[in-house]
């Protein structure tokens, strides 16, 4: 596809259970983005990678919560036990490059995310 | 803790006239950018200023960047109801990667 494709687009889940968000960036597209987003508030930085490795991991909130991209394309956030406070809107982008030459980052839609 | 810090929080105007929007930071960036969400969704990159730029041009948008203010600000001329949507500053640090955005500014073009 031509953009950021995020699935599922929404996932409801039981409080305690495990989740995987999956995120396919624009093919050739190195760096590549998490983002949780609250209602009313901005997007708050998870984690970023930059082809395979996790550049910058320090926005994970705690050890619930873990990232791969395994190839260096599709990448997967996951989240055990889940809680009622990790409902939210999870945003994945990816842009060219990364590091202190970046340029435009795109956004998939997100996966909203309910724990119950 | 957000690097970028948007005002006002929320604005509302009416069609045809100019939206002004203003970014400030803390901290030594790379580069400024702001995005444009519509209905808590999916963020559309609109335009990136760099550290070394003072102002930008986009079509009805204009970006300026006072690194010395540690401010950025992002007018909309002869706004439209289309125009109606959030918008977030985000910026990268010179030392680091991470593109951090502000809380954003809720937008409101009344036809």
Known sequence: GAGVSQTPSNKVTEKGKYVELRCDPISGHTALYWYRQSLGQGP??????????????????????????????????????????????????????????????????????TVV | SQQGEEDPQALSIQEGENATMNC???????????????????????????????EKHSGRLRVTLDTSKKSSSLLITASRAADTASYFCATTKTSGSRLTFGEGTQLTVNP
């Open chain 2, 24 to 54: 400030s930071y803390k901290t030594s960036i790379n580069n400024l950018q702001w995005y444009r969400q519509n209905s808590g969704r999916g963020l559309v990159h609109l335009i990136l200023i760099r550290s070394n730029e003072r």
């Open chain 1, 44 to 113: 708050e930085f998870l984690i970023y990678f930059q082809g395979t490795g996790a550049a910058d991991d320090s926005g994970l909130p705690n050890d619930r919560f873990f990232a791969v991209r395994p190839e260096g394309s599709v990448s997967t956030l996951k989240i055990q036990r889940t809680e009622r406070g990790d409902s939210a809107v999870y945003l994945c982008a990816s842009s060219l490059m990364g590091g202190t030459q970046n340029t435009e980052a795109f956004f998939g839609q997100g996966t909203r995310l």
